[in-house]
């Protein structure tokens, strides 16, 4: 009889699917990706040929928890020692290697305490084990105010957990935030595909509602509590912009020219350019934002979203003649 049985790791699942051509009994292959435990042998050829890692042999009966001896517990105490002072060391220093270091420390501390026997998992079976403690003659000397304390740290545990898990007002603002501000768009969308086929009630519906919408989504997006200083919404301004052109939009490019999606690649590469434009004018008026200047005027690109502060021949993004640009 088997003593392991194979599991894969969806996540780190590479679709090789060398284990499909090795697997004897054809337990790798299944419909939705898990491994079959009934016809699964645990012969392990499978997790030898995963060239990605993903199979593991799993025992079905795990040993018990053996007893950590005082001479191993003082060993990993003066080790506890160690680590804390240097994961305090390592907090005092900059950088980024400082701040691994004292991570790495804080990580190799919380296993040391575990495996001594000083951590309790935070289950159910944990507080009924502190309890009977309680319940049960104890001889002189049993430490029944640190049990105490720790029933008292589990219950403030399981408190701020179940608020975590607690959907708040907050989220449900920036929840009906996002949905209104894509109602908003999706209608003007509907609007002028309504006005090209000649259905002006329909449009004009559209824009109506469009608006509609926009009203609700700033309605929660100060409730919010979302809109702050000027100088602040500016910053915010830039860091949004900036993490879509360098790091959102690069990757839907590539996919979309690796699926030959020749109107995506469009659509992103000209809005990709285009927040990297907006990201730079954030920042010019988030640095001028207290200095006396004169009135700047904006002007934008109808067809790429390209943001000039003058009227250009024609749109460095997209070609656009200027004359087309929207005066702000």
Known sequence: MATKYAVRNIRLCTKDCLCLYVCPTGATNTENSIIDVDTCIGCGDCADACPSGAISMVPFFYPEQQEVEDNVVIAMRKLLHSKSDQENIAAALPGKLAVAIEKSNHIMAEELLRESGYLLPQTENSKQFLLSLLEKDQPEGFPRKTVEMLLGKYEKYQEEKLM????????????????????????????????????????????????????????????????????????????????????????????????????????FTYAMKAEEVHAGLYREALDNLDAEAEEIFYYLCPVCGNIEKYVPDKCKICGVSGDKFIKY
């Open 164 to 267: 975590s898990e607690k959907t708040t007002t907050y989220d449900n603002l920036m929840t009906a935030f996002t949905g209104e501000s894509e109602a908003n768009r999706k209608y003007t969308a509907y609007a002028e595909k309504a006005e090209k086929d000649g259905y002006s009630n329909a449009a004009k519906l559209f824009r109506a509602a469009a608006d509609a919408e926009t009203i609700h989504a700033i309605s929660h997006f100060k409730v919010a509590g979302n809109v702050r200083t000027t100088a602040e919404n500016l910053k915010d301004g830039v860091e949004g912009e900036t993490y879509e052109y360098t790091s959102m939009y690069p990757p839907f490019v590539e996919l979309a020219e690796a699926e030959g999606n020749t109107q995506a690649v469009r659509s």
